[in-house]
């Protein structure tokens, strides 16, 4: 399985300001994707980001409050931009992996808002 | 739409139990169905998968049988271990949008 990294691990951030999570794969991969998981609940899909192409978002994210790169095979970032307590989660990045539909995640970054 | 549900947690057990966690599905087409676990301040790992019906998933003790007439995948594990105690999340890759769909998750503490 492909080893995936996130930066930061943790941050601590005042409402108004942005941040950009950067996830690091160490094989190249088609396809990455973003979850954001809300304290205690399960994980929702942000976006799909293909090199070469836009980021797909789901219903409920725009691009202007997560703006996403992927600039190549192993990289891509996401930016939780104008930050309020409500985007107080862990943010979750993930690759597409061997089988069918199946995925592997990295450790995640642990966001607060104050 | 494609959906999971999983039972309710916390669900607490004592090390040696037997462990149950219900998981079923909503889903039109052929989904693959997962396993992830998540340990205290970490992200998801793959625990196991099923891809097909009756197929059998298994990792670590844990297993679960790929259930097409109950829609059902649930998890199970002969006997826990403190080292256990973590979130566990059904999942459900969707044939219909390509994306993986989870559960609530339930959370699991065993105790010594």
């Known amino acids: 399985s492909a080893v995936i990294s996130q930066k930061p691990s943790r941050d601590i951030c005042q409402r108004g300001t942005s941040l950009t999570i950067q996830c690091q794969v160490d094989?190249?991969?088609?396809?990455m994707f973003w979850y954001r998981q809300q304290p205690g609940q399960s994980l929702t899909l942000i976006a799909t980001?293909?090199?070469?192409?836009?980021?797909?978002?789901e219903s409920g994210f725009v691009i202007d409050k997560f703006p996403i790169s992927r600039p190549n095979l192993t990289f891509s970032t996401l930016t939780v931009s104008n930050m309020s307590p409500e985007d107080s989660s862990i943010y979750l990045c993930?690759?597409?992996?061997?089988?069918?539909?199946?995925?592997?995640f990295g450790p995640g970054t642990r966001l607060t808002v104050t | 739409g494609d959906s999971v549900t999983q039972m309710e947690g916390p669900v607490t057990l004592s090390e040696e139990a037997f462990l149950t966690i219900n998981c079923t599905y909503t889903?039109?087409?052929?989904?693959?169905l997962f396993w992830y676990v998540q340990y205290p301040g970490e992200g998801l790992q793959l625990l196991l998968k099923?891809?097909?019906?009756?197929d059998k998933g298994s990792n670590k003790g844990f297993e679960a049988t790929y259930r097409k007439e109950t829609t059902s995948f649930h998890l199970e594990k002969g006997s826990v271990q403190v080292s256990d105690s973590a979130v566990y999340f059904c999942?459900?890759?969707?044939?219909?949008?390509?994306?993986?769909?989870f559960g609530q998750g339930t959370t699991l503490q065993v105790k010594p």
């Open positions: 993930s690759v597409e992996g061997t089988g069918v539909y199946e995925q592997y």
């Open positions: 094989s190249q991969v088609t396809m």
């Open positions: 980001a293909n090199q070469g192409s836009e980021a797909t978002y």
């Open positions: 889903a039109t087409g052929y989904p693959s």
């Open positions: 099923a891809t097909k019906a009756d």
């Open positions: 999942a459900l890759g969707s044939s219909n949008t390509g994306k993986l769909i």
